[in-house]
């Protein structure tokens, strides 16, 4: 169709197509400009966005921090054109990070301009807290759509807490598109899985069913039935044929919003590349820009002015303000009112709700926490932290997690009276059954932080590989979540190799950001959650040891509060003037105490660091971290249960590193300990050597 002047008025219909059309185009002129991107699924998938914002989805784009908004996600990522356009043409205004509104929009014609340019609002692919409206940062294909299953938990948790008779205050739907991609990913049948399971109605995924991905089309290594998978997994599994279907678009959306006791998959037939008349239904249209020539096709094909570019006719911005804009603005106003009323009715639970949306602490968040005594035998690390945690889900009411079939080993599970199990028939349950689906309960994490929740999720640290990816997420959105990793080390013995890390403390070390604390008595795992819980925009990992590590006598050595500063002089030569330091981690501190007291007594000054943290650490003053490792004392040996890789940036050129250069293997952990050198002898003749003594 063509565009019309002031002259004629147009209808609605007319409107739709134009409002549709100026998504494709701006998506195609994007991409041609940035000489990068993926045209084609924003050709097609235009008239799904513009029908579930514009006529569906309860979301304002003057308050995109609403609490009770309805998310959209976009999973399949490299679509990102079409968040950006739609972002633009509805006028959604920016946020900061301290949650203030501001005037501006959160992506300007200007943005869309420089698309994927340093310094846009229009990145590559949608990045949360970096453009105002995005929900959550899609782009690794299968992310998307599984942490929206903890964005619809989060919702259900929610109105089980803070609804009551008569105000409805979470009542919010998760809206979510995905291609082929996010469902041959292994994460998006996890999570699936886990979303049919908890029965979550309130959750819809639209699969582009377009049949196209990069190598070409999808029966290259795609055959299988999602429609009868989903309905295995007790979804709802609705069809519409074809893409450019405004009506049966919104029917479908209706049909999953009045279904109940099972999550919707909308199976949307599209064409990649619509209106491309040489790539359309092409992997060609995937990827990379369609070429003048094509654009000028395409164009014409839509009745769009060939040669006009990031064109947004008159009426297009005008109509999404009566459609989202107006009904977003009401539904907004409407729960406003409520809240107002609602606080007035029940003042403790909505200062909670206004803690929690600004990731505030309760009063009190601390009390309680526990303080062990010196104890040679001692407390496992994960036993420290399961009796902590159980203090603080009592005290901040929105903390709440579980582990990925591991809670008996973890030692995570709330069990005071009331923590509850999260299941569909009570949503109020603090406890959440992951299931052995560790990546997508990381990415569950991932939504229910977005959601504001304070959320843990546990493993064994072995397969922190198997929720990296989501934790890397966690890290680049700067969420604070929690994840609880026991079994840090060989301290699993005759498991084995296949269970005993080796180099995932490099690992998640590597990852920026991302605190990772290693506690080495049950004290330090205390100030390690001390810590963690104070976080607002950074995520941690807990790693922490199966066996029992001797708590160490607090009176003689340094107070466990040093753990806030990611490293401390725990013990100390006498008159603080060491000649040879010790830095160690957590199984392997009471081992370095234990040396240094052998040092002690053969006259040797030796320094004991207890270095739970690098990443806190870092952030201390220069002052500080020379105070604790001293640039005259070359003499340093670093003792950790895990790959060397990177100690030399504390220990030197001159020093040395007692850790792991293969994978450990099946035996008693005596016999490994003895077998990798972690024995106070060996830790001593290490520092003596470095001394140049024997
Ligand atoms: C985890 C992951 N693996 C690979 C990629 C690279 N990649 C981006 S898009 C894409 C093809 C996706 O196909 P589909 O989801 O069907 O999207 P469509 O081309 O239909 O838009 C791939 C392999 C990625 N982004 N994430
Ligand atoms: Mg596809």
Not at 32 to 42: D, E, M, N, R, V
Not at 87 to 92: A, D, K
Not at 131 to 145: A, F, H, I, K, R
Not at 190 to 202: K, V, Y
């Amino acid at each position: 169709m063509s565009v019309k002047t002031a002259a004629a008025p147009m209808t609605d219909a007319e409107l739709d197509q134009l409002s549709i059309d100026t998504i494709r185009t701006l998506s195609i002129d994007a991409v041609q400009q940035a000489k990068s991107g993926h045209p084609g699924t924003p050709m097609a998938l235009a008239p799904l966005v513009y029908t579930l914002w514009n006529r569906v989805m309860r979301f304002d784009p003057a308050d995109p921090i609403w609490p009770n908004r309805d998310r959209f996600v976009l999973s399949n990522g490299h679509a990102s054109m079409l968040l950006w356009s739609t972002l633009h043409l509805t006028g959604t205004r920016a946020v900061n990070a301290d949650y203030e509104r501001l005037g501006q929009p959160s992506v300007s014609l200007e943005d869309i301009r420089h698309f994927r340019q340093l310094g846009s609002k229009a990145p590559g692919h949608p990045e949360y807290h970096w453009v105002s409206g995005v929900e959550t940062t899609t782009g690794p294909l299968g992310q998307g759509v599984a942490t929206s299953v903890g964005m619809a938990i989060a919702q259900k948790w929610l109105s089980d807490r803070y609804n009551r008779p008569g105000f409805p205050i979470f009542d919010y739907d998760v809206y979510v598109v995905c291609g082929d991609g996010c469902l041959m990913e292994g994460i998006g049948s996890e999570a699936a899985s886990m979303a049919g399971h908890l029965a979550l109605d309130n959750l819809c995924w639209v699969y582009d069913n377009n049949h196209i991905t990069i190598e070409g089309p999808t029966s290259l290594a795609f055959s299988e039935d999602v429609a009868t998978r989903f309905l295995a997994y007790g979804w709802n599994v609705l069809r519409v044929g074809d893409a450019n279907d405004l009506d049966r678009i919104q029917h479908a959306l209706g049909v999953f919003r009045e279904t109940k006791g099972r999550p919707t998959l909308i199976i949307l037939d599209s064409h990649i590349g619509y209106g491309a008349p040489h790539k359309h239904d092409t992997a060609a249209a995937h990827g990379e820009p369609l070429g003048e020539e094509e654009v000028r096709l395409a164009k014409r094909s839509y009745g769009w002015p060939e040669e006009a570019q990031f064109l947004v006719p008159d009426g297009v911005r005008q109509h999404f303000a009566a459609g989202i804009g107006a009904r977003g603005a009401a539904a907004r106003s409407q729960w406003t009112a409520l809240f107002d009323s609602y606080r007035a009715a029940y003042k403790e639970l909505a200062i909670e709700i206004d803690q929690m949306q600004r990731r505030d602490l309760p009063t009190g968040w601390d009390r309680n926490l526990p303080v062990f005594a010196a104890d040679a035998k001692g407390i496992a690390g994960r036993d420290a932290s399961g009796k902590t945690l159980n203090v603080l889900a009592q005290n901040i009411p929105w903390l709440l997690g579980g582990s990925a079939d591991l809670a008996p080993s973890n030692k995570t599970t709330l069990t005071y009276e009331g923590a509850g199990s999260f299941q569909a028939g009570t949503p109020g349950g603090k406890n959440l059954h992951f299931g052995i689906r560790e990546h997508a309960m990381a990415a569950t994490v991932n939504g229910l932080s977005l959601s504001k929740l304070r959320a843990f999720g546990a493993t064994f640290f072995i397969f922190s590989d198997y929720a990296r990816p989501a934790i890397r997420l966690s890290a680049l959105m700067e969420l604070p979540t929690i994840f609880v990793f026991t079994h840090d080390a060989m301290g699993d013995g005759e498991d084995g190799p296949t269970h005993q890390p080796v180099e995932h403390l490099a690992s998640v070390r590597a990852i920026p950001g991302l605190i990772t604390l290693r506690p080495g008595d049950a004290n330090e795992v205390v100030e390690a959650y001390r810590y963690v819980m104070q976080l607002r925009h950074q995520p941690a990992v807990l790693v922490l040891s199966r066996q029992p590590l001797p708590t160490l006598d607090r009176r003689a050595y340094a107070p466990a509060s040093g753990v806030a500063r990611g490293a401390y002089v725990l013990a100390d030569a006498p008159g603080g003037n060491p000649e040879v330091i010790l830095i160690a981690s957590g199984s392997e501190l009471s081992l370095a105490v234990e040396a240094h007291v052998k040092l002690l007594a053969e006259g040797i000054r030796s320094r004991v660091v207890s270095m739970p943290s690098w990443e806190i650490f870092e952030r201390q003053t220069p002052e500080y971290r020379t105070s604790v490792l001293p640039a005259g004392v070359k003499a340093r040996l670093a003792i950790e249960q895990a790959s060397t890789f990177g100690w030399e940036r504390y220990v030197g050129s001159d020093g040395h590193v007692i850790g792991m250069k293969t994978f450990g293997a099946s035996a008693p952990l005596k016999a490994l300990q003895e077998k990798f050198g972690f024995e106070p002898e060996r830790v001593v003749a290490s520092a003596k050597e470095l001394l140049g003594r024997r």
